[in-house]
């Protein structure tokens, strides 16, 4: 798979260096044929999203939170794989909104993500999902999300 430095630059968009962990685990694991990342929140680079979903951040406002995750997301793979040459599927995306308990449209606010995923990177990044509401997420971010992405190890030989 291949990112579409158009859509990014049409978008406004920037991959920024892959974030420090604020804790104690890593960004991501290699295991197999797979990398498994940690949860990224809505943060990348100067855009930020923090707050609760249903009370002071809009369902628009999700999705762009949702995006900045998976740009967050994507600086990781590029750091552990010095690209995206290497990159074969994205698997699944897991997606946490912090929100308020009557909220029930964490899946529309997760389009946000899996969306712009299809925009970079073409059909084949469509990947299964799951959308949860929390009542608090790390730093009080509005979204936060890990993922599960397929590697050619033949390709990162190159």
Request: hydrophobic residues 45%.
């Amino acid at each position: 798979m291949q990112l579409n430095e158009k859509v990014l630059e049409q978008k406004g968009l920037k991959l920024y260096p892959a974030p420090q962990p604020v804790g104690s685990y890593v960004q991501c694991i290699r295991t197999g044929n797979y990398l498994h990342l940690s949860g990224g929140i809505s943060v990348n680079g100067d855009e930020s999203y923090y707050g609760k979903l249903g009370k002071d951040v809009s369902i628009e406002e999700g999705q762009r939170a949702a995006a900045a995750a998976i740009m967050n997301r994507l600086a990781v793979i590029q750091g552990a794989l010095g690209g995206f040459g290497a990159l074969r599927k994205i698997v699944a995306v897991n997606g946490f909104v912090n929100c308020t308990p009557d909220f029930t449209d964490q899946a529309k606010v997760l389009n946000g993500a899996s969306d712009l995923l299809v925009e970079l990177f073409g059909p084949e990044a469509a990947h299964s999902r799951s959308a949860v509401g929390v009542v608090s997420l790390p730093l009080g971010v509005a979204v936060e999300i890990n993922m599960i992405v397929e590697i050619d190890p033949e390709a990162m030989e190159a």
